[in-house]
Nanobody
Framework: QVQFVESGGDLVRPGGSLRLSCAAS????????MGWYRQAPGKQRELVAT???????NYGDSVKGRFTISRDNAKNTVYLQMNNLKPEDTAVYYC???????????????WGQGTQVTVSS
């Protein structure tokens, strides 16, 4: 099994910043990609950002220029630096990873439990 520890969600004023982190542990042979998705009340889950192992980051249109994704492969951890936050960024943010759990078999997608980000004055 794969477990995630997500942290960093909080209440912040518009224009403020937050840094989310997500550490994966458990049965991990290799991690191909890690990323973040978010879901606001009444809306579908949407892409925030992803980053492949050794690849370029990929961002959702609504966060380009404001959010930065990075990863530390030695720690199996992905980070999301969020700057110039807006009320419309309010959502539950979910960590996601494409992980090969063992030498044999294929990779699977795994999800974290989510962390709440609220942007409000």
């Amino acid at each position: 099994q794969v477990q995630f520890v997500e942290s960093g969600g909080d209440l912040v004023r518009p224009g403020g910043s937050l840094r989310l982190s997500c550490a994966a542990s458990g049965s991990i042979f290799s991690i191909y990609a890690m990323g973040w998705y978010r879901q606001a009340p009444g809306k579908q889950r949407e892409l925030v950002a992803t980053i492949a192992d050794g690849g370029s980051p990929n961002y959702g249109d609504s966060v380009k220029g404001r959010f930065t994704i990075s990863r530390d492969n030695a720690k199996n951890t992905v980070y999301l630096q969020m700057n110039n936050l807006k009320p419309e960024d309010t959502a539950v943010y979910y960590c996601n990873a494409l992980i090969k759990p063992s030498r044999s078999g294929g990779p699977n997608y795994y999800w974290g439990q989510g962390t709440q980000v609220t942007v409000s004055s």
